[in-house]
């Protein structure tokens, strides 16, 4: 069989399952048989139009599978072996990749291939460039369906805590609890914060958010969430902040909340709303409060999913706990349809294969 | 004589001189006998109401002088000394010194207290609070009309190249070459930069900004200077960009200017106009582009005083080259009102006492 | 009352409970009434002579207890609050200080003040010197029995692990469990390592280390520690290695089991042997093989203290665990004995007052 | 034509010109036609029997020229375009590149491939692997003869400056002037150091230092140079040093001549002696005195190659000083044996193709 079934978006607002060619793989490239994948809510925005893409593209970039095919560079990986990549697929050797920013590889956000420059990886197959440092292996006691989080999810929430700069013992408040808030929480918990505020207002994501090391929650239905933190702080503040949202609010929120001296770390994707992010000059102290803003897109590299599989394998968290709903790739419409309209308290849908 | 003469505020949009009581060390103080100051923009931004201050309060926060008087508790300094302040003058010992925020001593802002907190410099006598961190000693091979730009200009503008965290070789662009954005090129300068563009329309100031090691004049009278920038760099932009002028234009213009990846340092004051900064979504990747954001305040405290002394002392720049006018004590009004309305070219006026 | 009880050591070799006036309190002091202590292995170290002290002098430098006597310029406290002190209790003031070195306060190893330059505080009552910067607050969740841990244990463990410099998912081997080193591995675990080995062959302190976040126990009577880290990592070692011993061996044998690229932090005291200590050329990569080493004494200050608190009060680990004797302070004596001589499995002897 | 000519070791403690076919370039490489290289030290213990080898291998690390040939997967890149190779090749894609240490590249020392792991580049062609990540263009306003020191001098001795850890005004002793000392004192004083201190007592090298920055000379044979730096910084020391010899003595007056809380930047190679490299307990403050050793070899990458190109087009230094003789390909091995007996003052020999 020389074709597979692919998740595409014929053209902006539409999605289709169709039929393709399974790819070959280049010299320096592998092609995966894909057995798990996550459908992201980036995967909407791009449907949505937000992204200029080729019609027709394969959506997808969260998913992971076992060997099909080794391009001819490559080795230290045998066919059937399970395997994952990152959404983000850098070349590693790029002046950006090679100044550390290998989300940027080439440009602006330009490790960010899947559906933005190639096909996606929601299909029955898919191609992983650069696989020498981009093809990761899964150990045996890593699950896939726990595996398929590092893809993503907790590349970026972990990206959004690492870039809170936190010291031993420091506090930090999330905003919003979605799959990246809640591996935000995940990683600010991992990265040694003592007191974590969750903002949220489900109480299915709030009650992850404490499974994931939150001790505070923040239901912001109940008043202003940066009245409540700073109240809860003695009036101060916390040390960063971690926009996961991809909100005007939840961003000028988060630069009330820190002391001065904080960070801000934003994750939250902002092409939902034209207008320019504010910096309000009271909070930034006029622009001499000494408090950070870092932004960034989920860094990829086999290096640090296999940093991620060394976290799951020690036992610290179960990932899994964000699969809200299993569908088979067949349903993989319907799964589309639930994480574009939220509906029935939808956090991750996992596609099998 | 116990009486002095200071440079006072008496009233919102007022100065005048006055006299007052040479003050009296507290245990941990020291009251310097002032012979060199600099008038400071900050100055007159105080003046025009910018800041909550006790009508009354003396001006100033860039003097230097001799030792007049020891509090009981403090060692090491000798009557006669010639000795300088920071602007800050942090305690030190509290949670956010502590943690390195020195200027945000207590709380933001806080490290700054002359005039803000307690009476400015510009005055024949002043005190140094927490003087074993904040009095340092004047190196007999560097004059005092070098050392007192150590006071603020040199620790800021050097402050805003450090937040730039400059690979050797990085390319720079300073926005304003007034003192502060001219001691900002010199930092990059002295930091490894390679390329330094510095904005800058008037000639000599153009010119002081390749005496301090600018590369590229940007004159932004003759075009846009953010498309001058990507133009001499093929397009790329910057590794870093420093906000030295305090206008949401060149805000905005740093962050279109630097590289995914890359650094915005401000240091300019946005206290003059009331909107908020704004983040356009295009510049700022989304929110993805690894692109960060830092501010700060002139860090204080007499060891970087002493570093900064040192590097004068090895003969690598002359700060004084800054000093387009200097005034009397008895001038002070007069030269106040250059600072006030840019008269004569006027970058830095020195008051000698 | 104006005499108290303190546990001196007259001449090296020998120690003592004697009576010794209550110290009054400088102007930026702190009087405290004993109530928790713990005997550490320096004051072991310190009676067998390693350290020239005064004879007479009394030992101890992890202890907290109430306010008993407020210097007049300390502000922020109450008399009968509950507080504590850790054993580093720096100016913050000096140049060490103000460029982060605050254990190195005023030269090498000056912020280790008790004992070594004034009385320690294994007596009823003790000064705090520079308050408003050493004097911590002890939150009522957090138990006084929890909280004497940080005034040395946690504090120079996690320090042990902050060397490390651990990027998320890394891999850290610590040798020797006792009371340091499990907080060492504790610390490597809130900083997010994946795989911790805790090299020890003790059962009950390896039964710790697990409790603290170890996830492979290295017992080195059952062969070279660095064979059995090198196999269980395919050859390939860890990214970094605690020394929490102070011995030749362990020393070395941290250099020997990190990867190029890796960190080696000292947290041992190496003054019990006399030999300088070996950087073996082939485990060093010639010079060139991008390895660190960095070593460090307890960090000091409220700040810390209060993040140490923040972090026990968060739940996420119970110190007390390591307290394997309980001694009314009449009985000094004997819980040196058993600290000195490592009678009964000791780790750490709290003494009550 | 199909052959070149290629200086050779034909086994330990011999060398040759040969002939050798052109080498063809893998689809990831270039091959590179020569026109300047530079005789390393390290050439010389290679050829003494350091470094295991095939016989018969070229030697050279440090050359550059126009390309030849491209592979079949490289762009970017015009035959007879000015090109230069780092000495340090590395792949970008292994674990230990992802996480910075690419001159670890897939182990110790791994990334230095030319002579060790394949022909090195003292022959009329050479071939570049790793192409888009390693092959640097050279700017038209750098001549070869200067761009050829950033093939491993100034990327090595800048390295010796970066690991110093550097605060603007920082004081820093480098150890020895060769070139790559030079190179160190250069990058010190390109990183901000106020008071340089250089070790050496050659007068035509004491001259180069200080017209690369040095601001004080020790001349080892007039007095202990730790003494002497003591002496001059009030018996304080330095906050870094840097040891560019490669002998025990230097390595342990590194340690000795720093403060606590002082940096060690290991650059110096220590193949020629078999003992460990020794910690005297004393300067390491028995383990606690916050000092740092670091140690690195030379990065490579065009990244960083451009950047050096970037600060000698700025016009800030001039490394072809450097070069005290010049020998046509043809004298190859009379320029080896200079450098290997240290003939005529011999700093760099230049080889002209």
């Not at 020498?132 to 890593?142: E, F, H, Q, T």
């Not at 994501?205 to 994931?212: C, G, H, I, P, S």
């Amino acid at each position: 069989m020389s074709r597979m079934k692919a998740f595409v978006m014929p053209q902006v607002g539409s999605t289709a399952v169709v039929d393709k060619p399974i790819p070959e793989p280049g010299p320096n490239e592998v092609v995966v048989k894909t057995t798990h994948a996550l459908i992201c809510t980036s995967d909407v925005h791009t449907v949505g139009g937000t992204l200029p893409v080729e019609p027709g593209v394969t959506l997808g970039h969260e998913a992971l599978g076992t060997v099909h095919a080794l391009g001819s560079n490559v080795t230290g990986f045998a066919e059937g072996q399970r395997v994952a990549v990152n959404a983000v697929t850098p070349c590693f050797q790029c002046r950006y990749c090679q100044t550390g920013y290998t989300s940027q590889c080439g440009g602006p956000l330009g490790g960010y291939q899947y559906t933005a420059q190639r096909d996606g990886n929601m299909a029955e197959y898919f191609v992983v460039p650069y696989a020498k440092g981009n093809l990761a292996p899964i150990p045996d006691v890593v699950s896939s369906e726990a595996a398929v989080y590092a893809c993503d999810m907790l590349s970026t929430g972990f990206m959004g805590a690492e870039h809170c700069e936190l010291r031993i013992g420091d506090t930090v408040a999330v905003f919003a609890q979605g799959a990246v808030g809640l591996s935000a929480t995940l990683g600010a918990h991992l990265l040694g914060a003592s007191r974590i505020f969750a903002v949220e207002s489900i109480p299915e994501r709030q009650k992850l958010a404490e499974t994931f090391g939150a001790t505070d929650i923040i239901d912001f239905t109940a008043g202003d969430p940066v009245q409540q933190i700073l109240e809860a702080t003695g009036g101060e503040g916390v040390d960063a902040a971690i926009e996961a949202l991809g909100s005007p609010i939840t961003w000028e929120a988060c630069l009330r909340v820190i002391k001065a001296g904080g960070r801000v770390s934003n994750v939250g994707y902002h092409g939902e709303h034209p207008e320019p992010l504010q910096v309000p000059l009271d909070a930034f102290g006029l622009g001499m409060a000494d408090k950070t803003i870092r932004s960034g897109l989920c860094p990829g590299g086999n290096d640090r999913m296999q940093r991620i599989f060394a976290l799951i394998a020690s036992g610290r968290f179960d990932p899994t706990v964000m699969t809200t709903h299993t569908f088979a790739f067949d349903d993989v419409e319907t799964a589309f349809d639930y994480m574009a309209n939220k509906r029935d308290g939808v956090i991750k849908p996992l596609i099998t294969f």
